[in-house]
């Protein structure tokens, strides 16, 4: 076994290519999209390194294109759930023995890989399988998937590294960081890549093992993430991936006695319910699990009377309507001072104007298709609905079409009702909804936008008047977990701006920080004296002469 204080590269935050005209990039990404496109792959589970097929299979389309098929993968019942914790309890004690430079060295590579040679793949994967744009697959499947890697690397040398200050004469005081007692079980969505990968591979860099269920929309860009960890150098059984009922798969997994904590990132409802079931079966486990989630968000763009115009705009544009709407951080209601909003109105009518939507392939269209045609349906309703409601009027888009892929335009709303149910209720999706507000109520603002939300997850103010972005901080300190001041509220990066929320919108443990990775390690406390005492009276025993 190696012996040394190791130090690991310093971690910068992956350049992100610009995929322009005639650049490299664009055309090996052109290349990735026509050779994905031209094949039907087969796609298996993976347990304990085996790649396993069912014959039960379910299909991979573009949302773009769904009469395509990209994939078939194979979809596992009660009996891979069971082999996948065995799998993983079976690799637990060679992998948590693993001295932690390897360990790290196997995510280093990984990060490598994805920064060249699969940089492409993945990418190509993400925007076929997930209908992203070329640069918001950049931004997220390369980039934002690196980054996790090679900072949680550094965060788990700091974590290693962080002991007790103070060992007085004759004793030595240390602290190891131990893994988790079970596995933790890995539930992953479809919108981000680098959230599907870092869910498994946080806890796994700490010395866990993982069962790892990915969202059935993103199983085409999961089974290149899992490639990349195989090649990487990741033990057979250390991450586990399976395609299976989500309801199923917890009614096994949070029954197991090994079960040491779950990785979540989706809907709130279904995280308070696998909340609710671990409370209930607390007496099944060795140890009391650890529940990390990131969940829903209703983010906010709070334009005060001091804002720049553009800039507002801007905000609007981006924050709403980059990738559909389907960030957890996405703006999707708009607080506007009625002294900006015809300029405001006109600008993001002007841009909207300009926008394109169509499939990923064309790099020209700004706008793809939603995840699926429950998410097309779901939206649907809720545009309309707007369109009979006498509070609402639909400004832009408004209209949907599902006969090529799942198509939902970029939609306004402006409503006199600021309780209405869009200003209320996660949609996740490319629909935004404004409320005009009197300038001389701006304070008043500030409590409504507090109050009408259960979520906390992202907000930004959009101000001049430094009074009112610092009065603005204050009164929504607890409304955004990340908040933005000038800004969309959208494109946390990691190393620079820790994601996450709290209220209705997760345990905000911070993904893509330290905050994260303690979450998946159970200290140990080490005293060693060295001059043993050899009696066990003390001093103030002894009798006064």
């Known amino acids: 076994m190696l012996k040394g204080f190791f130090n690991i590269p310093k971690p910068v935050n992956e350049p992100v290519l610009n995929y322009g005209p005639r650049s490299v990039e664009r055309a090996a990404l052109k290349a990735a999209l026509q050779e994905g496109r031209a094949q039907q792959i087969d796609i298996p589970m993976y347990i304990g390194g085996q790649e396993v097929r069912t014959g039960k299979t379910g299909t991979v389309r ?68 997930q209908s992203k744009n070329a640069y918001q697959a950049e931004i997220d499947a390369a980039c934002e998937m690196v980054d996790f890697l090679r900072f949680n690397v550094s965060y788990m040398a700091e974590i290693y590294a962080q002991q007790p200050p103070v060992s007085p004469k004759g004793i030595w005081n240390r602290v190891e960081q131990r893994p988790l007692e079970g596995f933790v079980f890995a539930i992953t969505p479809f919108n981000f890549t680098a959230i599907a990968g870092n869910l498994p591979a946080s806890a796994a860099m700490m010395g866990n093992v993982v069962v790892w269920k990915p969202n059935d929309t993103q199983v085409y860009a999961a089974n290149v993430l899992m490639q990349v960890f195989i090649e990487a150098g990741v033990p057979a059984g250390v991450i586990n991936l399976i395609y299976v009922d989500g309801p199923m798969a917890g009614d096994i997994i949070f029954s197991h006695p090994d079960f040491a904590g779950v990785h979540f990132t989706g809907s709130t409802p279904v995280f308070q319910n696998i909340w609710k079931t671990i409370g209930t079966n607390i007496h099944k486990y060795k140890t009391y699990p650890r529940i990390v989630g990131e969940t829903g968000g209703k983010d906010f763009v709070l334009a005060h009377p001091s804002a720049n115009v553009e800039v507002a705009t801007t905000a609007l544009v981006r924050g709403a309507f980059e990738y559909q709407g389907q960030k ?74 599902k006969s090529k892929g799942w198509f939902i335009e970029p939609t306004v709303l402006v409503t006199t ?18 409320y005009v507000y009197e300038d001389a109520d701006f304070d008043k603002v500030l ?89 066990y009276r003390y001093p103030f025993l002894d009798k006064e002469l």
């Open 62 to 129: 573009p949302p773009h294109d769904h009469q395509h098929v990209l994939a078939t993968y194979h979809i596992g019942d009660e009996s891979h759930v069971h082999a996948a914790i065995n799998a993983a309890l079976a690799a637990k004690a060679n992998w948590e023995a693993l001295a932690w430079e390897e360990r790290a060295a196997i995510f280093l590579k990984a990060a490598d890989l994805l920064s060249g040679p699969y940089r492409a793949k993945i990418n190509a994967a993400t925007m076929l399988g």
């Open 417 to 434: 009702d600021p309780q209405y149910v869009t200003m209320r209720e996660e949609l996740f999706g490319p629909v935004l909804t404004i």
């Open 447 to 535: 409590n409504l936008i507090d109050q009408t939300s259960i979520y906390a997850l992202t907000g930004c103010i959009i101000a001049q008047d430094r009074y009112a972005i610092a009065q603005a901080s204050h009164a929504l300190r607890n409304a955004a977990g990340n908040f933005y001041v000038n800004d969309k509220p959208t494109g946390a990066v990691v190393g620079q701006q820790p994601f996450g929320g709290a209220r209705g919108s997760g345990t905000n443990d911070k993904a893509g920080s330290m905050i994260n990775l303690l979450r998946w390690v159970s200290p140990r406390t080490i005293k060693e004296t060295f001059d043993s005492p050899k009696n």
């Open 328 to 401: 957890c951080s996405a703006a999707s209601r708009a607080y506007l001072p009625k002294s900006l909003w015809p300029a405001i109105k006109t600008g993001l009518l002007n841009d909207l104007g300009e926008l394109k939507m169509g499939p990923v392939e064309d790099f020209e269209n700004f706008v793809n298709a939603v995840i699926d045609e429950k998410s097309f349906d779901k939206l649907a309703r809720y545009i309309d609905q707007a369109h009979q409601n006498s509070a609402v009027e639909v400004i832009a888009g408004g209209k949907y079409d």
